[in-house]
Nanobody, 117 residues
Framework: QVQLQESGPGLVKPSQTLSLTCTVS??????????WSWIRQPPGKGLEWVGLIFYDGSTYYSPSLKSRTSISRDTSKNQFSLQLSSVTPEDTAVYYCARDDGVYDYWGQGTQVTVSS
């Protein structure tokens, strides 16, 4: 059973960088051909895909967030991480990590991140 767990600060100041980590257990992030995504849900809105990192380390980002987003991984810890720079209150959301096998078959529970001074 694959499990994902998000971690990171729940409060970030405007203009700073949001940093989250997803720890995966029950499966390796280097297993072909899975992708590992970050998805967010702002209050009162739908889900928004942020970006992903493939099993081989290649990354893809939402065009609307690409200039501010970086996804990386630590294979020794079986973790992948999100960094979103220059945040504004519009980046306030519940952030999820999920495994992408054509469908999002495993999700973390989500973590609330609020951008506020």
């Amino acid at each position: 059973q694959v499990q994902l767990q998000e971690s990171g600060p729940g409060l970030v100041k405007p203009s700073q960088t949001l940093s989250l980590t997803c720890t995966v257990s029950g499966g390796s992030i280097t297993t072909s051909y899975y992708a590992w995504s970050w998805i967010r849900q702002p209050p009162g809105k739908g889900l928004e895909w942020v970006g992903l990192i493939f099993y081989d380390g290649s990354t893809y980002y939402s065009p609307s967030l690409k200039s501010r987003t970086s996804i990386s991984r630590d294979t020794s810890k079986n973790q992948f991480s999100l960094q979103l720079s220059s945040v504004t209150p519009e980046d306030t959301a519940v952030y999820y990590c999920a495994r992408d096998d054509g469908v999002y078959d495993y999700w973390g529970q989500g973590t609330q991140v609020t951008v506020s001074s």
